[in-house]
């Protein structure tokens, strides 16, 4: 997928956040991530590594929480896991929705206050 | 530069750390300037449409379709998104008569709100009625990528496999009409139309479809008409 400019975005929501709060720096970024988006964590820490060089991001670390993708069922009102696209195992109903999996944000940022650590 | 590993706890001073909460989309700057090239469509009284399908499915061959249909009747406009700056498409829109513009996304995957702004600015969009935007060819990218756009399509084609939906869920939800295309291959390929739709049905119910075929133009007048119908609602708006 298009990691590099998901990580774009992430890193523009972090300056934002981090402007906002007087940083100096930004230790650590909470990411949450469900199931259902094509995005490899391993590829985000990556271009993360590289993009964040001479930002106020610089050294930060990436944290993933990842949400399984749930469905409940539109018939029988199971909730079931949708490892794959299936009808519902209980009822076999095909009439769903998706209640967990879609969540793609930054949730929160650590940062540091202090004028000195910052890199120029 | 400060980059010295042992700067950051080698002082007495007090560091002032806080955890700040955040909770803001990953796609959030794209979705307002998605809202915003909206807002510029709807005072143009433009309706507008986002096609996304694979490489090869026919999203070209289906636009010239469409200007066939339509273009002595409505005004249209075409925005190509080709992640190299060919304009082979483009070319193909502007030989039909139909004013287009090419956005190299310079090798990205799909279009984004932001190049569909400039896309936007290079347009003439006086008396336009109708705006089609063909994306990159890929089946994951534009998934969730909004343009801001009125209505998102997919074209499937038949030789793809019927298999798609279940492979590239995310491209099916949240689009408002799917095409079939290349139904006229359907002798020779292996696609269970039932196995596609049930599919298809999971993810996006009720979904509007049209199997129609570039080639013989079947089925395109049932989209242009749906097209149709689109644009005079724009314009009763
Ligand atoms: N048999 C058949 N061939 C088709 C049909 N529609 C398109 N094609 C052929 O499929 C090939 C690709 O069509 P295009 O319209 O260029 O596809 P595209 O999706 O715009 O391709 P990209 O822009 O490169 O992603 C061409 O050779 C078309 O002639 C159809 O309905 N039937
Ligand atoms: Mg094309
Ligand atoms: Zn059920």
Redesign the interface.
């Known amino acids: 997928m298009h990691e590099l400019a998901v990580t774009q975005n992430i890193l523009n929501i972090c300056q934002r956040h981090a402007t906002q709060e007087n940083a100096s720096q930004v230790t650590d970024v909470y990411l949450v991530i469900g199931d259902l988006s094509s995005i490899i964590d391993d590829s985000v820490q990556f271009y993360w590594d590289f993009i964040t060089k001479d930002t106020i991001c610089e050294h930060s670390l990436l944290h993933f929480e990842r949400i399984a993708a749930k469905a409940k069922c539109l018939s029988c009102e199971n909730e079931f896991a949708l490892k794959q696209l299936m009808p519902c195992p209980q009822c076999h109903s095909a009439r769903f929705k998706i209640i967990t999996g879609e969540e793609f944000y930054v949730d929160s940022i650590k940062i540091n206050k202090n004028g000195e650590n910052h890199v120029q | ?3 010295s590993a042992s ?2 706890h080698d ?1 007495d ?18 979705d307002l300037l998605a809202r915003h090239n909206q807002k510029l469509l709807d005072a143009s009284g433009i309706f507008a449409i986002n096609i996304m399908a694979s490489p090869g499915a026919g999203k070209t061959s289906v636009i010239l379709k469409i200007i066939e249909e339509l273009s002595d009747r409505y005004k249209i406009a075409v925005i190509e998104g080709d992640t190299a700056p060919v304009t082979i498409d483009a070319d193909k829109i502007v030989a039909a008569g139909v004013p287009a513009t090419q956005i190299n996304t310079g090798g ?3 279009l ?1 709100a932001h190049m569909m702004m400039h896309g936007l600015d290079a347009l003439d969009l006086k008396g336009v009625d109708l705006l089609i935007v063909e994306n990159v060819g890929n089946l ?2 534009p998934a ?1 990528v909004a343009l801001g756009t009125h209505a998102n399509v997919v074209i499937a084609s038949i030789p793809e496999g019927d298999d798609k ?2 492979k590239y ?2 491209i099916y939800r949240g689009i408002d009409v799917i095409l079939m295309n290349k139904i006229d291959l359907l002798p020779y390929v292996d696609f269970d139309m039932d196995y596609f739709v ?2 298809l ?3 996006n ?1 009720g979904l509007t479809s049209f199997p129609v075929s570039a080639k013989t133009s079947e089925g395109i007048d049932g989209f242009a008409g749906w097209l149709e119908a689109r644009i005079l609602e724009k314009r009763a708006a």
């Open positions: 530069m400060c980059n700067h950051t002082h001073h007090d560091h002032d750390h806080s955890h700040v909460s955040v909770v803001e989309n990953i796609m959030n700057q794209n990205n995957c799909h984004d994951v990218c969730g939906p279940y869920p995310n049930t599919g049905e999971m993810l119910p």
